[in-house]
């Protein structure tokens, strides 16, 4: 048993040493939605009501939405709380969240195959921790998500099984429980749902039909999960998917949607053997869209004709290899494009959860390789099984620490991926965009900053020439020129991008201020009311709506919409201060005062 013991330590202490070099890291990616630029997460505590009754990118600015992660954002809230704009964190957060499941794993693992069977769960539960295909998953603050469904779900599996064997109904109900409060983080519950049944036939002997009738009880948190949801987003449909995010979109007829799916699912078992590179975009148009003529889309369909072909052939012989081509086809089913369609063409993250399935057969066929009895292996008296253990993990965490690095920030995630998802507009738009806000912004020399927004409106223009209806791409472009003092191309390409997507807000909200800064208030004016009318709650236009009415004489206005800004953003100084001057204009020298007084206070923070 000693060895047993000493081996949660082990993988605990591996997850955690894996992802040490991201404590460091900034926020990246879509970390901005979740959490820098949501207003209702930056509310802290106070925020987390109304996060409860609102879909996931409400505090974002968004109106329409089909995400509800309630539980996912009040942690993110209150880790706000705790350390605002303070990323370690949240990074810290994720690498304990990513040690707790190594150890999950590993118990749930040894009670599925018996404790004769350790090394093969230890192995199983060392190279999924170490895969490299979950970098973006604990690298990412955002993804938190993902490891609160696993970690809740294992939980869930292990008090089911409790309930088993002790035969106290408090196991089953904080299992029912769990289940619940892991769809508030994220709706993949569902297929870790799926996989119950299976576990308790093939490992625990369970009838079909009590397997059956025990998952479906698990049932009730997942109605409850769904009336919430509705309630809240008034329906379970999604919202439009654009092509721009899912190529499939952009199919011309069913069977090239199904071939390029087909395609694409090969992709995601390639990158399960062979993780490089790794990107965080795959979108339009890094992946195209193919007919039956594409060698890769058979090749997918019969590596996926196979795996179920082994389920049903060694169903009563290989419990161990079944349980894992099992876990891996349920749990990434959501993500096969073929069902329904989803938000992305494809995405490494999406590979968390179903990569156990392909680290249990991997696992397994390692140590049949070396014994026909997989119990009476023992890895310190084979010494090739050592050998090909550590070359494997060798690799597995050189990867993982290596690819980390490049999740430092923005800019350096967009740089170093663009070398690799050049065909990719989204990832071209990215580049262009931490560009900008991370070298041009900060920039001291104007000859500096001249030549990164250069380079920042050239990787626009590639997005651009991949996607030419990419209105975010010439909203951001436009910002450029701004910056540029080019305010007669700035203006021409803001409506480019108005014209693209009328409800581009923040192109909106950039065209009122370069109507603001060429004094067209009246233009600025009804621009920035074009721009709250399509989100009320878009923090620059109100900011700015406030000042043009300031510059127009109506200060009783400009008061109401500063207040607005504020109540969004409460700790930014500049606000206070122009508030100040507001109530100044309007001779309330005590109220003027207190914002002067909030205003310095902030700044010397």
Not at 256 to 284: E, F, Q, R
Not at 292 to 316: C, D, H
Not at 337 to 342: K, S
Not at 383 to 407: C, E, H, Q
């Amino acid at each position: 048993m000693k060895p047993i013991k000493r081996s949660f330590l082990v993988l605990f202490v591996v997850s955690f040493l894996l992802y040490i070099n991201t404590l460091q890291h900034d926020y990246v990616l879509d970390d901005s939605i979740g959490i820098t630029e949501n207003f209702l997460v930056k509310k802290g505590i106070e925020g987390i009501p109304l996060i409860w009754k609102t879909h996931y990118h409400y505090g974002f600015g968004y109106q329409q939405a089909s995400i509800y992660r309630p539980l996912s954002l009040s942690l993110f809230a209150i880790q706000w709380e705790i350390a605002p704009n303070e990323p370690m964190l949240g990074h810290l957060t994720n690498l304990l969240l990513y040690g707790m499941l190594s150890m999950l794993l590993f118990q749930l693992l040894l009670q599925l195959f018996g404790t004769s069977q350790w090394l093969l769960a230890f192995l199983s539960t060392l190279l999924f921790i170490a895969h490299p295909i979950h970098t973006e998953v604990v690298a990412n603050i955002k993804s938190t998500d993902d490891l609160l469904v696993f970690n809740l779900c294992i939980g869930a599996y292990l008090l089911l099984f409790r309930y088993l064997s002790k035969h106290k109904l408090i196991h089953l109900v904080l299992s029912i429980c769990m289940v619940g409060i892991s769809y508030f983080a994220k709706e993949s519950t569902l297929t870790l749902v799926m996989t119950i049944p299976f576990m308790l036939v093939l490992f625990l002997d369970v009838p079909w039909w009590r397997a059956i009738k025990l998952s479906s009880l698990y049932a009730i948190p997942t109605a409850l999960f769904i009336f919430a949801r509705t309630k809240v987003l008034g329906g379970l449909h999604n919202t439009d998917i654009a092509s721009l995010d899912n190529v499939l979109i952009a199919a011309p007829n069913a069977l090239v949607k199904i071939t390029t799916a087909l395609k694409i699912m090969g992709l995601y078992l390639y990158k399960l053997v062979v993780p490089h590179p790794l990107m965080n975009d795959y979108s339009w148009s890094q992946i195209e869209l193919n007919g039956l003529e594409n060698p890769f889309t058979w090749v997918s369909l019969l590596l996926y004709i196979g795996m179920i072909y082994a389920v049903i052939k060694y169903w009563k012989t290989k419990k161990v290899l079944v349980f894992g081509i099992l876990f891996f086809l349920i749990n990434f089913s959501l993500y096969t494009n073929l069902l329904f369609t989803i938000g992305t063409s494809f995405g490494e993250r999406l590979l968390f959860i179903p990569s156990l399935g392909f680290s249990i057969c991997c696992a397994y066929l390692i140590l049949r390789f070396f014994s026909s009895k997989v119990e009476s292996v023992s890895i310190l008296k084979e010494p090739k099984l050592m050998l090909v253990v550590g070359v494997v993990l060798s690799l597995y965490a050189f990867k993982t620490i290596d690819r980390n690095k490049d999740w430092k920030d923005n800019f350096t995630l967009y740089t170093e991926d663009v070398k690799n998802c050049d065909q990719s507009a989204r990832c071209n738009y990215h580049n262009g965009l931490a560009i900008m806000q991370s070298k041009a912004l900060p920039a001291k020399n104007p000859n500096e900053q001249t030549r990164y927004l250069k380079s920042a409106i050239a990787a626009f223009q590639k997005a651009i020439a991949l996607h030419p209806n990419y209105s975010e791409a010439y909203a951001e472009m436009g910002l450029a020129y701004f910056r540029l003092n080019d305010f007669g191309q700035a203006e021409k390409t803001y409506l480019k991008a108005i014209q693209l997507n009328p409800s581009n807000a923040t192109a909106l909200s950039n065209l009122g201020s370069l109507y603001f800064n060429t004094q067209r208030y009246q233009l600025a004016k009804s621009t920035y009311e074009k721009t709250l009318r399509i989100n009320p709650n878009h923090i620059d236009g109100l900011a700015n709506y406030a000042s043009t009415l300031g510059t127009l004489g109506d200060f009783e206005g400009a008061v109401r919409y500063f207040k607005k800004a504020i109540a969004l953003r409460p700790n930014y100084a500049n606000y206070h201060k122009m508030l100040g001057i507001t109530y100044q204009n309007l001779g309330k020298t005590k109220e003027a005062k207190f914002e002067f007084e909030q205003a310095q206070t902030l700044l010397s923070e």
